[in-house]
Structures are given as structure tokens and as C-alpha cells.
């Protein structure tokens, strides 16, 4: 069965921190993709990222990068040098080809609290 | 470039009553279409999708209902509200399925 694990329920640091909000996922399918997305205050879901199974590539966008690990099943997402504006929750997602006909299966976020 | 409306942002309905949540999505043609609620415990729940007008899945099973009329118009509905029915309602669309998700402001729907 699928699965998304986000252990960190909510995450406090002090501006200008790197953080690390960690992923883990389950699945059987051999092709599969894997999101991000952020969640303001204000509630719109933002995507952020995706990636698929076949690239392990780690990718970094400014200040945001993502850590792709087939080996231990995780999509980990650090902020360097964190900003107020990063206050948001943040939700990891997968989606797998064939199962689950191809909707996306979210974590059940974590919190980010950066403090000036 | 493509957006997704939805209206009402705020709602507060008696025990009972009707619902009806509208969503629309502007500069793409055949989108997928995603309805999600998000209750307290912030996490998301997949309420129903549809892949094309008339072509309504659902879910989970619940006193709701959707409807797609049109090809970029998504619309969730209820006969009779419950208390349970409060939450963050959400809807969005994707080019495909298994593709990344592009989300609307949501519906904040309180029942009393």
C-alpha cells in the first residue's frame, strides 16, 4: 500500500537556521512521483517540486533544495537560512503510475514556525 | 496562463441545510479536477475527482456529492449538512493524472 510519512509534526527555528523537513514514502510501483507543496497561512496549497522515480538528482531552487533517496525512501526538503515568509505547513505527496490511479497521496504535513 | 476560482471563500451554514461549492479553472482545456477537505488535523482527504464532464469518482463515502457540468467547472454539493462537514474545502486541477497539482484558494465552510 502507499504510503507518506512526515514524523515532524511542527518544526520551530530561529531565522536565518537551515532546516530539514523530512519525507518518507511507501509504494510497490517501480515508477512513481514525489511532491511538495507549501500551505500559507492564507491556505492555498503551493506547489513547490516534482520528481519523479528516475531521478535521483538532488535539485536546488534558491534557497529551497530536495534530497532524493531511493535507497532509503525519503524526499527530504531543507531551507537554507530561513525566512519569517517560510512560516507555513509543508506537505510531502506521491502519486504512483498505475495504483492509486494516479492521485496524489499527501503526508500529514509539518509545521514550520521560523521566528524573527 | 491557467487560474482556479473558488467561491464562496468563507461559509457559514446551519445543521441541515444545502451546499453548494463552485470551482472553475481558466486557460486549460480537459483538466483533471480534485475535490479535498482539510479538517483541523490538517491533513488533506481526497473527496472526489473527475478525469472529464460527467465522469465523477469518488472517494470516500459521505453525504456529499459533485459535479462536473462543464468541461473546466467542478461543483461540490450536499443535501443536508452535518456538523463533521466543517472544514477547509479545497479544489484543483492537473493536466494529468499522476502530474503535479495546481490548487485553488479554498472554501472555508463552517457548520453550526
Known amino acids: 500500500a502507499q504510503k507518506v510519512t512526515q514524523a515532524q509534526t511542527e518544526i520551530s527555528v530561529v531565522e536565518k537556521e537551515d532546516v530539514t523537513l523530512d519525507c518518507v514514502y511507501e509504494t510497490r510501483d517501480t515508477t512513481y512521483y514525489l511532491f511538495w507543496y507549501k500551505q500559507p497561512p492564507s491556505g492555498e496549497l503551493v506547489f513547490l517540486i516534482r520528481?519523479?522515480?528516475?531521478?535521483?538528482q538532488n535539485e536546488i531552487s534558491g534557497r529551497y533544495s530536495w534530497n532524493f533517496q531511493k535507497s532509503t525512501s525519503s524526499f527530504n526538503f531543507t531551507i537554507t537560512a530561513s525566512q519569517v515568509v517560510d512560516s507555513a505547513v509543508y506537505f510531502c505527496a506521491l502519486s504512483e503510475a498505475l495504483g492509486s490511479q494516479g492521485n496524489l497521496i499527501f503526508g500529514k504535513g509539518t509545521k514550520l514556525s521560523v521566528k524573527p | 496562463s491557467q487560474t482556479i476560482h473558488q467561491w464562496p471563500a468563507t461559509l457559514v451554514q446551519p445543521v441541515g441545510s444545502p451546499l453548494s461549492l463552485e470551482c472553475t479553472v481558466e486557460g486549460t482545456s480537459n483538466p483533471n479536477l480534485y475535490w479535498y477537505r482539510q479538517a483541523a488535523g490538517r491533513g488533506l482527504q481526497l473527496l472526489f475527482y473527475?478525469?472529464?464532464?460527467?465522469?465523477i469518482s469518488s472517494e470516500v463515502p459521505q453525504n456529499l456529492s459533485a459535479s462536473r457540468p462543464q468541461d473546466r467547472q467542478f461543483i461540490l454539493s450536499s443535501k443536508k449538512l452535518l456538523l463533521s462537514d466543517s472544514g477547509f474545502y479545497l479544489c484543483?486541477?492537473?493536466?494529468?493524472?499522476?502530474?503535479?497539482?495546481?490548487f485553488g484558494p479554498g472554501t472555508r465552510l463552517t457548520v453550526t
Open positions: 520528481r519523479n522515480s528516475f531521478d535521483e
Open positions: 484543483a486541477w492537473s493536466v494529468e493524472r499522476s502530474y503535479e497539482q495546481y
Open positions: 473527475s478525469v472529464g464532464i460527467g465522469q
